[in-house]
């Protein structure tokens, strides 16, 4: 079982959106209208204790902010400003009321940095522990982005450099003994894994961009999310590897683990950079306002090209892409 | 741990609400203003395989009912119209791709009836079978019912009989023997509990009675549900244990349990009545009414005084109830 196929019987079972719903199952959040000239975006994320998260190397005040983090960094991929949140937890026997408390601080703490209110919620017990994140935002209809929108031709870029929170796995994981990586590298990789940062303010920026196309979040890593991105734009994809901008601290990390780094940049989710398919002629102007007004770079990846599949092309040398990121489903 | 200390230190963790948020943390959903004049209510609910219901007593289809269900009572419960749902849903390695489309399936059936669109979600692997629900829904702000609106000298009453899916439950776990128990009977209690309703109709129409003045719904059985609604209001509640409406399935099992029936009753979730205080002097008209449009018994179950705590009136000799309904984080 794999999610592309559930989500096409799903689709096929639920049907098209009508009436008031403008996207539905298959984007980073759905679309609806609340009222004329309005849209809402509603999107959930489950963050999984086992298969997202690690007690042993994140703290429960780290694991509630990872899961909002999941979901405002999906509102964003729409252009949408997040608002609010409900939250679903299964609390497992070995959780006291204070563990709760530390969940739900994390999560505060990221909510109050984007002015996102925890609005209401569910307590459940269950074996274990699971956050359910619902984030409510608001978007100007304009600003709306879709991750089918890119066109062949379009530039792919980033929000920022890969594989930073993928070197911090690697780090607390054990694949790589942490003496060999230079501290000041090993501390913001670390910090980027426990405390991802959606990138709100960007997507907000680029959704208001004319020149901005397709947009999606990051969260399971370029190579699982750009053949998602290119098959609803009904495009190829050509990531440029010998350009790929690789986060310092996974390529130290990937050097030490004897592996290619931009394999471990693509590999690599929760990065949570934004990724956006950007009309050609106007990149270089969007990269200058990008930095000027974020103090952020938009690093071109790649084009789409007319066609299907997704590639990397290195040393000039174009293959099919072999890289796997994560699968939700696969075991 | 329980509920409410929980609910209590997240309350003040979090903080009051402010701004476009009308109702935080504590009612059976938030509420939000996205726009003048607009109110909108968002829920979510958790349903967890081996504590909310098991494979071996409902099909697929009748969980992903539940748990849509659940949400949309909820939503009911503030007097709002359900609009659209998302879904997570956690995947143990037993559920194959057909399965999951089952789960949904039953969620759609329910959907349809009341015009609710599924309109997206995350799917994620993990041990237990596990379904988060978050409802949608948009209430005239004039229809809105909070549970902390009731007052002292209110009629509390109820939307039905209680107990008929508690008793579809006794049924399919065994607790009694289904040969004694009249076959008709058996099959309303067991569609009950499989299949609940959702009342969704009579929330909205009750949101529009003046004479309506707090609401919630009856998830968790009258004996736990209760005391939270006298506790919202600062007021004591006095069951009516002799006039209480017992669905006569739940009569039935709990006799043949050899449990008093007002007990089974007050203990049983799962019914997604309605509970609602409403001004004495307005009761038998707004009863007549109810009787008159929904083609539904609304049902005195005893009042709010002034006070505090929860009584049971029985034969003239008022006790505070000691029957328990359902605790989430209860083990």
């Known amino acids: 079982m794999n999610e592309a196929s559930v989500v096409a019987g799903l689709r096929a079972l639920i049907g098209a959106p009508s009436g008031r719903v403008r ?7 759905a679309v609806w209208s609340p009222g004329p000239g309005q849209l809402q975006v509603i999107t959930v994320d489950e963050c999984t204790e086992g298969i997202d998260f690690r007690r042993t190397t994140v703290r429960l005040e780290d694991a509630g902010w990872r899961a909002l983090a999941a979901s405002l960094s999906d509102a964003a991929a729409m252009g949408a400003r997040p608002l609010l949140t409900v939250v679903s937890l299964v609390v497992p026997g070995d959780l006291d009321e204070g563990g709760v408390i530390l969940l739900y601080q994390g999560m505060a703490d990221l909510a109050a940095r984007h002015g996102v209110q925890i609005v209401g919620g569910d307590l459940s017990r269950g074996e274990v522990l699971s956050l359910g994140v619902t984030v409510v935002g608001e978007v100007r209809p304009s600003n709306l982005k879709r991750r089918s929108d890119g066109r062949a031709g379009d530039v792919l870029a980033v929000s920022g450099p890969l594989g930073l929170s993928r070197a911090g796995l690697a780090i607390l994981e054990g694949e790589v003994d942490r003496e060999c990586i230079d501290a000041t590298l090993v501390e913001r990789a670390v910090a980027a894994y426990r405390r991802p940062q959606p990138r709100v303010a960007a997507g907000r ?14 969260s399971d890593g370029l190579a699982a999310d750009l053949p998602r991105l290119a098959a609803a734009c009904a495009a190829a994809a050509v990531i440029d590897a010998d350009a790929l901008p ?30 956006c398919t950007v009309e050609k002629r106007a990149f270089g102007y969007l990269a200058e306002r990008v930095r ?40």
Do not use: H, N, Y
């Open 246 to 275: 690789v986060d310092p601290a996974c390529r130290a990390v990937a050097q030490a683990m004897g592996v290619a780094p931009e394999d471990l940049a693509l590999e690599g989710g929760d990065d949570l950079e934004l990724l």
């Open 205 to 218: 920026f680029l959704g208001g961009s004319r020149s901005v196309r397709g947009m999606m979040d990051l």
């Open 292 to 331: 000027a007004r974020l103090g952020r770079a938009l690093l071109p990846v790649g084009r789409l090209e007319a066609g299907t599949g997704v590639f990397v092309r290195r040393g000039g040398v174009q293959r099919p892409l072999d890289v796997q990121g994560w699968e939700a489903l696969r075991r």
């Open 23 to 29: 996207v539905g199952i298959g984007d980073d959040a």
